[in-house]
């Protein structure tokens, strides 16, 4: 998995990116820009500093100063895309150091936007490797660029799945939540399907995302040490990835709410015939108390109807 970025709609008049992960969330800001300064350690206001000017020179220009003709030049900030922390723009160019054709078409993706009536669009293999390239990956074999764009797609579109079944389950509220919870993970899939009746409108939409692979979740974070404990049972690899997905819930009342989702990538274990396996923990982060509530009446859930002997009895009744 590697970048995420997209388009601004106002922009561009290109149809919309696509979600896609970062390499690295360790990017600094260039020199001179002041979120790269430290915060100050002073009282407030700051005190007056005779480094900075000479004494008893006043701060305000005067009226018949020569004022530069040189135009302000734009930071890198302002060229990233805000819903993703992106560069805005990314080429369709063939790279110079190029050997091999890469088509320029995008996929449209099923995950709605939340500022626009449109859906995220994947990115174009020629993208993709033009952007492994900006983020200093000479090395990427081109040959293998237009597979790395079909894995990333299908991980975003299970990752989207899930968060669809999450807001299936909670966007009406926890009373509505239990309801589904407590028939387990099965039974409550096997409801799914009056999802399919419900208005457009109530469906979730993908606000922005942000790619932070650097930084562990308290859930991987706990599930590595329980590994060094319990190795036969908790043992594994690290996520390989980590995203977090700001999604615009829609409630029954006809209310939004913004909601903060944390998916981490696993590696499996290959298949028999050598393809890859990826394992996703999509869940919503613990940022307000119901989310709390959420997370433990799904999994709750299908530990008592599994526990009580209810997927048996059902079974039986069949």
Sequence with gaps: MGWFWAESPAASSSRPVA??????????????????????????????????????????????????????????????NPLNYMPSNLS???????????PVE??????????????????????????????????????????????????????????????RRFSRGLGYGWQTCKYGEQGSVTGAGMAASEEEGSRPKLLRFQGRPNEMTPKARLLQVMGQVYPSKFGGEPPFDRHDWFVQRQAAAGQTR?????????????????????????????????????RMMRWGGDVWHRASGASVREHASR
């Design 106 to 167: 995008r996929e449209t993706s099923s995950i709605p936007r939340g500022d626009a009536d449109t859906n995220w669009e994947y990115p174009s293999p020629q993208q993709m490797y033009n952007a492994m390239l900006r983020k200093g990956y000479d090395d990427t074999p081109q040959d293998a660029v237009e597979s790395m764009v079909a894995v990333h797609n299908f991980l975003n579109e299970g990752a989207w799945a899930e968060i669809v079944e999450w807001e």
């Design 258 to 294: 913004e909601v903060r989702y944390v998916i981490d990538y696993y590696s499996g274990p290959p298949e028999p015939t050598g393809e890859p396996v990826f394992y996703l923990d999509v869940r919503p982060a613990v940022d307000r108390p119901s989310a709390a509530v959420e």
């Design 19 to 80: 979600p896609h992960p970062l390499p690295s969330s360790a990017a600094t800001p260039p020199l001179g820009c002041p979120v790269q300064a430290a915060p100050p350690t002073g009282s407030f206001p700051p005190q007056k500093s005779s480094s900075s000017s000479v004494q008893g020179s006043c701060p305000v220009k005067a009226p018949n100063e020569a004022i530069s003709s040189e135009p302000a030049r734009p930071s890198a900030l302002s060229r990233l």
């Design 92 to 102: 369709q160019t063939r790279a110079s150091n190029q050997t091999v054709y890469l």
